[in-house]
């Protein structure tokens, strides 16, 4: 199987774990985007979503599923996303599509984390992914030497030549080079350094329900 039919695998698997009458929070990716396809076949059963970015947004409006800001809404079941890295306890590296914040926004106001991947996404131990910091631009070059300090090497992630610039107006650090052995008390580290406005390890909104895309068909990781 390829991995784009891996995700298509998991995206139409995740549909199992959305409540029917109740809104579903929407992560962003191109395995989102395959669940969102999936959601389209329940759309009458649900109010609506909340989605994790401008893109997901789009796409969850296109197909006829209301989208809510998250000041709308209480707490919700369920949350559904990718993941760019996934340990053995559900922890996760995000950020590849430039949305870790509203993910970890979304994620944290909902009850139960559903990541979706397919099997690359396993790791030992997260790091081997550049993990994806979202700054305040005049911050950039200051949190690029803590980095430095921790072995990590910083690059500014550009789009089309220009530094990305993500839905919050901010910009994106990619650091390769760290070994990330305790992921909570390094999530908790980093996010109290000035300027970042969130890291992209996922430890404190850790995954619950891991669907992971495999040659022999979704195996289901529950941590
Ligand atoms: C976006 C994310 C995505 O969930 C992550 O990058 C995985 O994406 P994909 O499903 O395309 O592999 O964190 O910010």
């Not at 962003?28 to 909340?50: C, H, Q, W, Y």
């Not at 994620?107 to 550049?130: H, N, T």
């Not at 839905?167 to 908790?188: A, C, K, M, R, Y």
Request: with cysteine; hydrophobic share 45%.
């Amino acid at each position: 199987m390829t991995q784009d039919e891996l995700k298509t695998l998991v995206g139409q698997a995740a549909l199992q774990y959305v409540v029917a009458g109740e809104i579903v929070g929407v992560g962003t990716g191109s395995t989102v985007n395959k669940f969102i396809e999936a959601l389209a076949t329940m759309k009458d059963r649900i109010p609506g979503a909340v989605s994790s970015s401008v893109a997901s947004t789009e796409r969850l409006r296109a197909i006829g599923i209301p989208v809510f800001d998250a000041n709308e809404v209480g707490e919700l079941s369920v949350y559904i996303d990718g993941a760019d890295e996934i340990d053995g306890r559900g922890h996760m590296v995000k950020g590849g599509g430039a949305a870790l914040t509203r993910e970890k926004i979304v994620a944290a106001q909902s009850r139960r984390f559903v990541c979706i991947a397919d099997e690359s996404k396993l790791v030992q131990a997260l790091g081997a992914f550049p993990l994806p910091v979202e700054v305040i631009p005049m911050a950039a070059q200051r949190i690029a030497r803590q980095f430095a300090a921790l072995g990590g090497k910083v690059a500014l992630r550009l789009k089309d030549g220009q530094p990305l610039v993500t839905d919050n107006g901010q910009h994106i650090l990619d650091v390769t080079g760290l070994s990330i052995s305790e992921p909570l008390s390094f999530e908790s580290e980093v996010n109290q350094w000035p300027g970042v406005v969130t890291v992209g390890v996922f430890a404190h909104q850790k995954a619950a329900v891991c669907l992971l895309g495999t040659a022999s068909g979704v195996k289901t990781l529950t941590y």
